[in-house]
């Protein structure tokens, strides 16, 4: 069982670009949520989904978009790219709600350039 | 706004002293608080939770409804407890609008 997976590990893009992270898990969780991690800032969220067909915008859901269409899946994706973008990236998931425990992923390390 | 602050970015201890790493929230209900540990080169996860009154590896949380705390303790430090260490609260707790999580304190203990 892997659990909850992000690819790819890290990334440097120019800035304008378009990126696309990865998130997928494999315990059927309703919930599935996306973090920004920054330095002193702890961290943020981005955008969530309750269950598969749902989204909503988190706390910082600017430049940002994500689509939920099955359960397993939850990509994040940049249209284009600006250096404040530049961050630590985690998707989790949780059974259900944010009152549950969340399950996070390892992580992608991402560098606009 | 609703937040969960965490006074100290960096907090060094020796090996065998005790540890507290504070957080305080502003939620005026009865809040879900957690405490979420991140080992080096290893994904955040739970340490543990308000709800369920455990201990793991030695550390217990109180909640302070009066102080609004939820500090995180430790009697005797280990060099492997040196990790960040992030308090958590959903804000509301049916509402999947937003989970806040504080900066983060950054633990150190010195062998």
């Known amino acids: 069982i892997a659990g909850i997976t992000q690819a790819p590990t890290s990334q440097i893009l120019a800035a304008g670009r378009r990126m696309t992270l990865r998130c997928t898990q494999d315990m059927r969780h309703n919930a599935m949520y996306w973090y920004r991690q920054d330095l002193g800032l702890g961290l943020r969220l981005i955008h969530y989904s309750n269950t598969a067909g749902t989204t909503g915008k988190g706390e910082v859901p600017d430049g940002y978009s994500v689509s939920r269409a099955n359960t397993d899946d939850f990509p994040l994706t940049l249209a284009s790219a600006v250096p404040s973008q530049t961050s630590v990236y985690f998707c989790?998931?949780?059974?259900?709600?944010?009152?549950?425990?969340?399950?996070f992923g390892p992580g992608t390390r991402l560098t606009v350039l | 706004a609703q937040r969960v602050t965490q006074p100290e970015k960096l907090l060094s201890v020796f090996k065998g002293a005790p540890v507290e790493l504070k957080c305080n929230y502003s939620?005026?209900?009865?809040?879900?608080l957690f405490w979420y540990v991140q080992y080096s080169r290893q994904r955040l996860q739970l340490l543990l939770r308000?709800?369920s009154r455990e201990s793991i590896k030695g550390f217990t949380a109180d909640l302070n409804k009066g102080e609004t705390s939820f500090h995180l303790k430790k009697p005797f430090a280990q060099e492997e407890d040196s990790a960040m260490y992030y308090c958590a609260s959903p804000t509301v707790k049916t509402s999947y609008d937003k989970v806040i999580f504080g900066p983060g304190t950054s633990l150190s203990v010195i062998p």
């Open positions: 308000h709800i």
């Open positions: 989790a998931s949780s059974d259900s709600g944010l009152g549950d425990t969340q399950y």
């Open positions: 939620y005026s209900g009865s809040p879900e």
